[in-house]
């Protein structure tokens, strides 16, 4: 995977980007998740990853389950989605990874090698048209934040409570920068998203050592350091390393599944352009201060099927690309594929996959199971009554991250009721045939999908 010139195409240059010949690129970009690192809402199933799995692997058996995953892995992204994006204007993609494709947890500190064969694959796809790609371990051992797209089961995020699993970090990520040390189309490495560190007290300290780790084998490569608390917070930096971007995470709430209207109330607050403005430069601030390139990792408002609404949240996402061009800001979108609800190419309804689970994903969606995007609507003569006793009872508690109402809707739908959810996806997958297994995979190949014309229209032109 090296590149035979040992030239490296990225770097940052005060705060551009630029490539190996000097000249300033703004990279505007697609995030590739529920891939290497699955997520509930982008494939269908309720709960984590590893929950989803094991309950498949209890459902059809070991052999048949890892030739299904496979089969997934291989359909969902391929020539066809990286020819798409080059065609698109693309020339970024930023590619999470789930640590369970490299490390396991039966045997921690031993890197599988054939677990990068992947990620090789679309890095080789990618550069060949083109795209530079961005390494991003997505989810780490014990889990460095509270929510499902870093894998966790619960609400507690372990990573930074035992020191065993920083330490299997820094192990992956020398075994990730040995692997693509000199390769010309890595644009860099995203050490770890969204860390989520209530003390406070651990990230700084942590960043400085697997930066320090990544370095002493890889100097070359671009880093890319998200801020705590989802990539909002940077006062955990104490200094500025050379070549190192510090990346915001840039969701506005009238995107979410239970925002209001564009320009409009979400919450109580008017969300609105000038506030799509004002929290970009605050969250961009350290970058701007320091005078490094300014990069938004994530951003995107999630789409409902009602047409005025999705109107609006296609004008919130044109003010956003507005704003990142003023600043000259680097962009990814997230998300590239997914079932509907936010990706650029979407499953089809009448497929293999979207017969066979369109009503499963309907109950979950009823029943609020998915943190991004659910309403929770269905549910609220079960959840308003617990908001209640909660607040009545408990009138200061606002836990972290995000306080109590999200705090009681994730352990009560997104965990609680998403167990028995996760067996239920997983029976549906019972008593097919290969060939039906097949079809279901497959439903996520590029040439089975349908295209966001208008929502790719507008990324084009950002």
């Known amino acids: 995977m090296a590149s035979k010139t040992g030239l490296l195409s990225l770097r940052t240059r005060r705060d551009k980007m630029v490539d190996s010949s000097g000249a300033e690129i703004r990279l505007r970009g697609v995030c590739i998740g529920g891939w290497l690192n699955m997520e509930n809402f982008i494939s269908g199933y309720a709960g984590s990853e590893s929950l989803m799995r094991s309950d498949v692997r209890a459902a059809i058996g070991d052999d048949r389950a890892e030739e299904f995953f496979e089969r997934f892995l291989q359909s969902f992204f391929d020539e066809a989605d990286a020819t798409f994006l080059a065609a698109q204007g693309f020339n970024a993609v930023r590619i999470p990874v789930n640590y369970r494709h490299l490390e396991s947890d039966s045997k921690p500190f031993e890197i599988i090698e054939s677990g990068f064969r992947h990620l090789d694959r679309a890095i080789e796809q990618c550069g060949s048209r083109g795209i530079y790609s961005i390494i991003d371990l997505h989810a780490l051992p014990g889990c460095q934040n509270q929510d499902w797209h ?5 609400h507690v995020a372990g990573f930074w409570l035992h020191p065993h699993f920083q330490d299997r970090t820094v192990n992956i990520w020398e075994a990730i920068a040995s692997r693509y040390r000199g390769n010309p189309w890595v644009a860099g490495y995203n050490l770890m998203n969204e860390p989520a560190d209530e003390s406070r007290k651990v990230v700084g300290r942590f960043y400085r050592r697997l930066v320090a780790a990544v370095r002493a084998i890889d100097p070359d490569h671009t880093i890319f350091v998200d801020g705590n608390t989802y990539s909002t917070e940077f006062d955990i930096f104490t200094e500025q390393w050379d070549n190192t971007v510090y990346v915001l995470h840039d969701y506005i709430p009238s995107g979410f599944g239970h925002g209001g209207p564009y320009p409009g109330l979400t919450n ?5 352009r000038e506030y799509a403005e004002r929290q970009f430069t605050e969250r961009s601030g350290y970058a701007r201060e320091t005078y490094s390139p300014i990069v938004v990792g994530e951003f995107g408002p999630t789409y409902t099927g009602d047409a005025e609404k999705d109107a609006q949240r296609g004008r919130a996402l044109e003010d956003q690309l507005d704003i990142y061009h003023k600043y000259d800001a680097s962009w990814f979108v997230w998300v590239y594929k997914d ?12 497929s293999p996959y979207g017969q066979r689970f369109g ?15 659910s309403t929770g609507v ?28 999200d705090w009681v809707r994730r352990l009560v739908l997104n965990i609680m009721i998403a167990r028995p959810l996760s067996q239920e996806y997983a029976g549906l997958l019972c008593g097919l045939d290969d060939s039906e297994l097949k079809a279901l995979t497959d439903s996520f190949a590029f040439n089975n999908c349908e295209v966001k014309e208008s929502l790719v229209e507008r990324l084009r032109r950002g």
């Open 378 to 405: 269905g549910v609220r003569e079960v959840t308003e009554p617990i908001q209640d006793l909660v607040a009545r009872e408990f009138p200061s508690f606002e836990p972290y991250p995000w306080g109590r109402v």
């Open 268 to 272: 109580g607050e008017w969300i609105d």
């Open 359 to 373: 009503d499963f994903v309907a109950k979950k969606n009823r029943l609020g199971a998915d943190q991004w995007g």
């Open 339 to 350: 079932l509907g609800r936010q990706g650029l190419v979407s499953v089809k309804p009448e």
């Open 150 to 154: 870093s894998d966790n089961e619960t």
